[in-house]
Structures are given as C-alpha cells and as structure tokens.
C-alpha cells in the first residue's frame, strides 16, 4: 500500500494554510492566513474562493457537522465550525455565510470538534480551556481549566468523553460530573495533535518531540515510533479506523492502526499542519506550510486468497494475479474502489455507486448492482453470501447479488462496525452492541430477524472480538469470543429456552480465526500459538480437551502480532512490524471432520491408526460421543489410555433399553439434568432415581420418588446406607420425616429393582418385536 501525491505547481494561498475538511469524496474546503476559504472539486480539478474573511481573523481549525446519522436525505455536510485567533469560533454556511460569531477563549481558539451526533462542540484555547456548547452556539459547560495552552482535542467515540492536551500529558475528561479523570504522561515534548477513532476506539498523539504514539483508550501505549527529523505537526484517523497518516515538515507517512508505516512520502509541503481524510477513507488532504494543499491516494492495496493476489494499482483498476500459472488479468470499474474483499473464490468490490462480484473462475463477467446508500464501510464474506456495512444499515447478498435480508436493532450504530465486532457464517450474524459491550446480537441470515427464541447472548464482561465458526450443521453452530481479559469464551448461537452454556477455552487469547474449511479454531496465546482441533471437546468431555491441542512457541511472532486469515491448513499472522508469516498445520484434523460429518466412522479409525498421534484419537473420541457412536469412542479412548471411560462405555452397551443408553450417554457429557428428563419421559422413573442416587444428588432423588409415589424406600435405604458407611447421623428434616415408621426391608428393595428392570427388557424387548412386525407389513 502507499501512497499517490497530487500537488498543484502554484499554490492557491498566499499564506500558509491552517486548516482543511471534506464536504464529500470529492470536495474539500481549505482555509488560510491569507483570510481566503477555498473550495476545491476533485472532479472537475476546479477552485474557487467561498469568502473572505475580515483581515482581523486568521483560521486555525474547521470541522464540518457531521452528517446526521440515519437521515438518508442529507448526504453532505451544510455547515462547518471555524475557530479562529481571534478567541472567537465561527459558524460558517456551506456558501461561505457566517451564520453566528462566538466570543469563546481568552486568546486564540486552537481548536473545535463536533461530536458525533452532532449535538455539542468542543473548543479549546490558549487560555488552558475546554468548553462544551451547544449546537447554535450556546455555553453549556467549562469542561475544565489549566495554566497551559490546549493544542488539540477530541471526542471519545460515545460522545461521553473528552480528550486533551496539557504540556506533555494526555488527559481524558468524561462530561460526568465527579468522574474519574484519566491522565498520564505521553510524550517528552509539547503534544501538538490528538485524535481518537470510533471504530477501533484507539488515540493517536503526536508531539514536539518528533514522535507519534498509538494507545488505547485506558492510556496503555501500543506503539511508539522512531524520532523524526522534524516535530510531527498532525495525524489523523482514516474513517474506518484501519490506517492513520501522519504529517510532518515536508513529510508524509500512511500507517497500520498497529503503527508500522506502509509509505513515506517527501512532497515539497513545508510542515503540514492539518490532516483530513475523505468520508470513503480512500484519499488523504493535507494544509501545507507553503500555501498548497497536498492531496494523496491510496493505492496498491493487497488481497490474497490461496492462489489469487488481488492489487489495486490505480484508482478505478485492479490488477488479478493468478500465481500458479502467472495470468493477469486487469478489471476497470467506473467509479474509484472504495472497499474490497476476496475469499470463498470470490471478489467483492464496492466503489461509491455499486458493487461488484466476480467469481474466482471468471474475472470477465462481474455481477454488478447499485449501493442503496452511499460509502461501505466494512465487507464480510461467508461461503454462501456476503454482508455490506454503510452508514444506513447493514444488508446480506447472495453472490449472484440477489438482496436476502437486512437485520436491525435498536439503538444500531452501522458507523462504528468492524471485523471484530461483526460475523458473519452461512446462516447466521452475530454483531457485537456498542451501547451495552457485555451482549452480542444473533440474526437468521436468511430472514433478517433475531434467531430462535430472540434471547440476546450476554457475557459477565465486556466483549471485546467475536467469530462464528462456518462449517456444519445450523443447529451446531458455535460462537467464539474474546472478552476485556482476554478470556476466550464458547457457545452455541441456537438458544431455545434452556440457558446454553458460555464455556471458556483459554486464558490470555489476543487475536482468533475459524478456518474456512472445518471447525477448527487457532488463537494466539500469551506466548503461544494454539489450534483447537474440536472446540465441541468442551460440550461432550472436558477432560480430555488439553488433549485435542495443537500448541507451539509464538515468541517468533514478537509483540501484538494479529491472526489475518485461517484458509485451509494455512494461518496468516501479521506481526507487529508489518510482516506476514505463514504457519501451516497438520492436515490430519480437517480430514478427521470431513470423515466425521458424512459418518465415516471405520475411515475415521483407519485414519487415526495410519497418523499415530494422540490429539488425533481424542478428537475422534470427542467426536463419537457427541454423534453418540460409542462403538468408534470406545476405540478412540481407548487409544490414549482412559480405560476408566471405556468400561463406562461397556456398562452403556449392555443397558437393556434405548432411553437408558441414550440418558447415559448424556451423563457421559455431563448434561444430568437432560439425561434425567428422558428416563422421566419414557416413564423409567426408577432409573431416573438411580442415576441421582449413584451422583449422591439425595435432595433431587427424594423430591422424584414422593412426585411419583414410588421408590421412597429405596431412596431412604441408600441413604441409611451411605450414612453408615461414613459413620455419620441424618439431617436431612425431609429424610427424618419420611424415615418415621419406616422398616428398611433390603430384600424387598431388591426384589422391587430386580422387577423394575425386568420390565425395562420387556418393554424394550415389544417394541423391538412391534418394530419387526412392523417392517415386515
């Protein structure tokens, strides 16, 4: 990636420009010393002046309003807010009218932001302070005060907070009164621009002592560059919060959101004291030193799938490589690519009217159709469809661009989604909430409407990244996710009444994928890359999880590094200098579930038999017990040595009825509660007393034999039993009260079980024979 300058011979001020900010893709207004507001239209390479301003102020920041959020009409912004040196702020029409002018700071105004809603303004002064007005210009508050200059300021991405600079300190002010205010020291130098994103909820800094900084939002620093030659004068945020530009005398850099830097530029500028960029995130504009205003593409963006490397090299064209065989083939579109994805052989490409798909196969004949709405934000792939993100709302599409559903909910924000906080799977979406961080939305994919019972799946913490795994069954289908302590955390999407579990599989988990091809998930781990070979290990027998991982060294990968993709058995990891590196793994694993899936079950052993490895045999095991074939699982465990579970599996097969066999199975998992309501339902009331009184479960055995009026003795006689054997006296007020007058008789106790379990065999045993009988007519 990098980036493509464009600057006029002559500049268009006379004296240096302060300030600059995008109406829409192709529009920006410029201010300058030279009092001149100027208007600058991409298209057509034209310029003209909007106004001029009195001679007594000199501009030295603009924001445009935002554009309402939701309000399809208003596709551009009609009104900008101009600070000045002058301690006034301004509110200027888009045609250059002042509409107020606001006595704000003792001395000059050095700068103004919009919240995001467009509801208050901040501005910050020389005189140390930061005050919030409201939209027509009124004083709400005075945020706070201080004995130094504030250089910069921004909105935090609930519009809840404010952040700010004071000398070398970064302080971050919520509008609560008596709040915590978070502060700390940042840079060796005076800090001369912040900016906080609300995507990715990241700050940038940049300061007099020639660095730029990226932390979070708790003040813990993410990265620190290399000092410049030159104090970096601005940065700023791309829209989507993927990459920040930094500008500095004669310089400017297009960085990671992790920080490494993917192009450095030199263009002839001076310093460039302002850095806007385009509502598409596509083109960068930057207020020079020298009177120009620099305008800069980017270009050469990169995606790959297997043997597919997608490059955009100009604007409007993208260039298909082909590394097999070398083919190139080159696909122009009308309007300036905006965003793109490739995976699932597909490309999607949306510029700012359509979109485009092609397939893999055939790079000719694109599928096209027009944008409901304007700039998309964010593209994400499944195998059988594709979801778009704009500023409207959120919209699913069959690759052959058939529209299929568009899911809601209240209070969605569509400006601030990422990949981390959006998934998408062959049948369901799951999307991460911004005003409650604790809950994840799950949607049908092919409806649109919330799934099963409509229950939201809410964690105890903040929910940091989400995955949907994408292969197998509907009703199977698991999401992953990372929570605020970096816990990763499973759980099944279909949720009808009962309270699915949330099962944590890991502990200091930073970055995840689902491969494409089977359910296999791989994670980086503290200092370790881990692949879960059958997340699933954790609903059937924990034990044995450990057993079914793959683990190895990530010191490799140094600090931060993020996993990219998971296609097939190759994982893509970026490291946090930039560099990729590719990591493959065993093969085996994916061919085990392929197996599993159409129910081969001897190819499955053949298989473990040939690979002679452990983690494979406690797959498969995993595997058998929860496809219920305890044939393959007593093979399987008994392979990696837990006899104790092959003899439970022996004393399963020789269980006389189908209920029994399938309530033990459950309590091999561990589901008791299920196991016991099918015994209860197939009317085994005795066996469903028994397997609360082998799990010593007596308050729930008792409660079960009074229910149904059967089996109090026996109940009441182990009991006895248990208490001698430990030396011990009852308790238990219902024991003792259903004990009086009782004689334990063990004979007839058994005689009862010994009859009980006569009558399981017979029952099994007619309707067994009623099903001949029945295949036979």
């Not at 700068?111 to 919030?132: M, P, S």
Request: aromatic share 10%; glycine share 6%; net charge neutral.
């Amino acid at each position: 990636m990098r980036l493509k300058i464009s600057l006029l011979k002559e500049p268009k001020h006379q004296e240096l420009v302060s300030c600059v900010g995008w109406t829409t893709a192709e529009e920006l207004y410029s201010c300058s010393d030279d009092h001149q507001i100027v208007k600058w239209n991409l298209l057509t390479s034209e310029t003209s002046q909007i106004v001029k301003l009195p001679d007594d102020i000199y501009p030295i920041d603009l924001h445009w309003f935002p554009k309402s959020l939701g309000i399809k009409k208003q596709t551009q912004a009609e009104s900008f807010v101009l600070t000045s040196s002058d301690g006034k702020f301004h509110l200027i029409s888009k045609l250059g009218r002042v509409e107020k002018s606001v006595e704000a700071h003792c001395g000059a105004v050095l700068a103004g932001r919009w919240n995001y809603e467009g509801t208050a303004l901040v501005t910050v002064g020389e005189d140390g302070q930061i005050k919030i007005w409201s939209k027509t210009g009124m004083l709400r508050s005075t945020l706070a005060q201080q004995g130094t200059p504030v250089y910069s300021v921004a909105w935090g991405p609930d519009s809840e907070k404010v952040l700010y600079t004071a000398g070398k300190q970064l302080i971050i002010k919520p509008l609560q009164p008596n709040a915590k205010v978070l502060q700390w020291k940042a840079h060796d130098g005076i800090i001369l621009k912040v900016d906080w994103n609300s995507v990715n909820d990241l700050i940038l800094s940049a300061g007099e002592d020639c660095k730029y900084k990226v932390w979070d939002s708790y003040g813990r620093l993410l990265y620190n560059s290399q000092p410049h030659e030159h104090p970096i004068t601005s940065v700023a945020w791309a829209p989507d919060g993927e990459l920040f530009a930094v500008g500095s005398f004669h310089t400017l850099r297009l960085c990671d959101k992790t920080g490494w830097s993917y192009a450095l530029e030199k263009p002839n500028t001076g310093s460039i004291f302002n850095i806007a960029w385009s509502i598409d995130g596509t083109q960068i504009a930057g207020a020079c030193g020298n009177g120009h205003v620099v305008f800069a593409h980017v270009v050469e963006q990169r995606w790959e799938w297997k043997n597919f490397q997608v490059t955009l090299t100009k604007r409007r064209t993208m260039q298909v490589r082909n590394v097999l065989n070398d083919a190139l083939d080159l696909l122009e579109f009308r309007d300036r690519v905006i965003k793109a994805s490739l995976n699932y052989a597909h490309l999607v490409v949306s510029t700012s009217l359509q979109c485009y798909v092609f397939s893999t196969k055939n790079w000719n004949t694109p599928l096209i159709f027009d944008l409901k709405e304007g700039t998309v934000s964010l593209i994400l792939q499944a195998e059988r469809h594709f979801l778009l993100v704009d500023g409207g709302g959120i919209y699913l599409y069959s690759y052959e661009g058939r529209f299929i559903s568009s899911p809601k909910f209240p209070g969605m924000r569509t400006d601030i989604l990422n990949a981390q906080t959006v998934s998408l799977s062959n049948d369901t979406i799951a999307i991460k909430d911004k005003a409650d961080e604790k809950i994840i939305f799950l949607f049908e994919a092919s409806t649109g409407k919330p799934l099963g019972d409509g229950k939201l799946l809410s964690h105890k913490n903040e929910i940091l990244e989400i995955a949907l795994d994408q292969k197998g069954l509907t009703n199977d289908r698991k999401i992953a996710f990372i929570d605020k302590n970096r816990d990763l955390y499973i759980t099944s999407v279909k949720r009808f009444g009962k309270e699915e579990q949330i099962i944590k599989l890991g502990t200091m988990v930073h970055t995840l994928a689902w491969s494409d091809t089977c359910n296999i998930l791989c994670g980086l781990q503290d200092t370790r890359f881990t692949v879960w070979y059958y997340p699933n290990t954790v609903y059937v027998d924990r034990d044995i999880l450990p057993k079914t991982l793959y683990e190895r060294d990530a010191s490799e990968f140094s600090k931060n590094p993020h996993i990219v993709s998971f296609v097939g058995n190759q994982v893509t990891i970026r490291r946090a200098d930039g560099s990729l590196v590719h990591i493959s793994i065993s093969p085996y694993p994916a061919i085990l579930h392929e197996y599993v899936s159409s129910s081969k079950w001897e190819d499955a052993v053949r298989l473990c038999r040939f690979v002679k490895e452990q983690t494979m045999w406690a797959c498969l095991a995993a595997m058998a017990v929860a496809n219920r074939d305890m044939t393959t699982a007593e093979i399987a465990y008994a392979a990696i040595g837990e006899i104790d579970k092959v003899q439970y599996i022996n004393s399963i097969k020789e269980l006389p009825s189908k209920e029994s066999k399938m309530a033990h199975i459950l309590m091999f998992s561990g589901n008791i509660q299920e196991a016991e309501m099918v015994l209860l339902q197939a009317g085994l009331v005795y066996q469903a007393i028994q397997i609360n009184i082998n799990l010593y479960n007596w308050e729930r055995a008792l409660e079960l034999a009074v229910k149904y009026k059967t089996h109090v003795d026996t109940v009441l006689a182990y009991r006895q039993k248990f208490l001698e054997t430990f030396g011990k006296q009852e308790t238990n007020k219902r024991y003792l009260q259903y004990a009086e007058g009782l004689q334990i008789d063990w004979e007839k106790i058994r005689a009862k079980i010994e009859m009980e379990i006569t009558k399981e065999r017979e029952r099994s045993s007619t309707s067994q024979s009623s099903k001949n009988i029945g295949l036979r007519h």
